[in-house]
Nanobody, 118 residues
Framework: QVQLVESGGGLVQPGGSLRLSCAASGIIFSIYAMGWYRQAPGKQRELVARITSGGNTNYADSVKGRFTISRDNAKNTVYLQMNSLKPEDTAVYYC????????????WGQGTLVTVSS
C-alpha cells in the first residue's frame, strides 16, 4: 500500500521561502518520476514540478526560476524548495508519481497547505 506524507507548509510573507517534503512508502521509490502538484481554492490540481528517476527536472512556467524539486532516494523523499513566493502560490501542495502520460497512479495524501500573505 502506497503512502505519501507531505509536510513543510505554512504561512509565509510574499517573497519568502518554504521547503516542502514528501515521504513515500510502499513503493520502490527510486524507479518513479515524482511530481509536486498543487490545488488552489476553486481551481483544478496542477503539476508544478517533476523529477525523473535520473534526476532530470522540469517546471510549470508559473514557478520556473523560483521552485526547485529534488529527491533523496535513500530516504524515499522528494523535496520542493520554494523561493520568492507570491500570493498566487497559495494552495494545498501534494506529491505523487508523475508519469509521462496519464494521471498519477496513487491515492493522494493529505497535502500540505501553503499560504502566502502579508
Amino acid at each position: 500500500q502506497v503512502q505519501l506524507v507531505e509536510s513543510g507548509g505554512g504561512l509565509v510573507q510574499p517573497g519568502g521561502s518554504l521547503r516542502l517534503s514528501c515521504a513515500a512508502s510502499g513503493i520502490i521509490f527510486s524507479i518513479y518520476a515524482m511530481g509536486w502538484y498543487r490545488q488552489a481554492p476553486g481551481k483544478q490540481r496542477e503539476l508544478v514540478a517533476r523529477i525523473t528517476s535520473g534526476g532530470n527536472t522540469n517546471y510549470a512556467d508559473s514557478v520556473k526560476g523560483r521552485f526547485t524539486i529534488s529527491r533523496d532516494n535513500a530516504k524515499n523523499t522528494v523535496y520542493l524548495q520554494m523561493n520568492s513566493l507570491k500570493p498566487e502560490d497559495t494552495a494545498v501542495y501534494y506529491c505523487n508519481a508523475a508519469p509521462p502520460q496519464g494521471t498519477p497512479p496513487w491515492a493522494w495524501g493529505q497535502g500540505t497547505l501553503v499560504t502566502v500573505s502579508s
